[in-house]
């Protein structure tokens, strides 16, 4: 029976490797996605139509789009890469190489659940080269952006904090605390689904965005409740939140420290990443 590792400290790459599609939550379309064994340290992704030029994944490539995290890799952008990533960093794997069909990461059901059961299946097996150094804060960041506030201090350990205030009835205040581990991430915030408000519906399809939203891979809010219960957590919208901001932290690895979010947003995280990269370099 395959388990996940006990911590962050190793290093870690696929047995076998994954292969998944499925629709692009903004643009509809089908894409697919094949995750490699790899002894190249850190994440790599290459496009099936040219194989043989490989990207490591790298802070400096997040543009920022609405709703979701975009990279650019050399004039090739990719959307939707938060779940995939986080579903990599945070079951504990350091080494994978990701090849694309399409623009797009598939959304599978808005969790990262569905990239988990995946690995699971094919298992891990320790990396021959040593994984990248974590982030070691030695000093607190502070961060704001509007509302948004992102708080990291120096720890031994990584700790989650979480919290959320939404004017809708049926999410309010929420808010959620981890001690990340490879195990509380696949049980606590792997399932959480991403989820929107059925008022802003009408103005994201205008603006071109969620044309492959659907009431299977996304929580839909009405303000005093759920379309689509019944939800996996209490407080899933705020494990999303947590799930995004681990999936945005995979650029630079995931640090030593105990990080406060309030209000968070890809934006957000990515400045925070950019902060956390300052320290490795």
Same mark, same amino acid.
């Given at each position: ?7 962050y ?24 996605v094949?995750?490699? *064994? ?10 099936? %139509? ?33 779940h ?26 808005g ?19 040593? *994984?990248?150094?974590?982030p ?8 704001n ?10 720890s ?24 990340l581990?490879?195990?509380n ?26 044309k ?17 219960? *019944?939800l ?9 939140k947590?799930? %995004?901001?681990?999936? %945005? ?5 995931l640090?030593?420290a ?24």
């Amino acid at each position: 029976m395959f388990s996940f590792p006990d911590d962050y400290e190793e290093g870690w790459t696929l047995q076998n490797e994954i292969k998944k599609d499925g629709i692009g939550l903004h643009t509809g379309l089908q894409c697919t996605v094949i995750i490699k *064994p790899t002894d190249l340290t850190g994440f790599h992704i290459s496009f099936s %139509d040219e194989p043989n030029k490989v990207f490591p994944i790298d802070i400096s490539q997040v543009r920022h789009t609405p709703l979701c995290t975009t990279i650019d890799l050399n004039g090739k952008r990719v959307s939707t890469v938060e779940h995939l990533l986080a579903s990599l960093v945070g079951s504990g794997l350091t080494h994978a190489h990701i090849e694309i069909t399409g623009n797009e990461i598939p959304l599978l059901d808005g969790s990262a659940i569905g990239w988990i059961e995946e690995i699971q299946k094919v298992g891990m097996i320790n990396s021959i080269s040593s *994984p990248r150094p974590r982030p070691e804060i030695k000093s607190p960041i502070f961060i704001n952006k509007g509302e948004s506030v992102i708080f990291a201090l120096p720890s031994k350990t990584l700790k989650l904090i979480g919290l959320v205030d939404f004017p809708y009835k049926a999410i309010g205040q929420q808010m959620f605390s981890i001690n990340l581990s490879p195990n509380n991430f696949v049980k606590e915030i792997a399932p959480a689904r991403t989820f929107g408000f059925l008022d802003q519906l009408e103005e994201l399809k205008k603006a071109g965005l969620i044309k492959g939203g659907a009431l299977e891979n996304a929580l839909v809010c009405n303000g005093e409740s759920w379309v689509n219960p *019944p939800l996996r957590f209490s407080n899933e919208p705020v494990r999303h939140k947590l799930l %995004d901001l681990i999936g %945005d932290l995979a650029f630079v690895g995931l640090p030593r420290a105990q990080i406060f979010v309030y209000k968070g947003s890809h934006s957000l995280h990515t400045e925070f990443a950019s902060s956390l990269q300052e320290v490795l370099t």
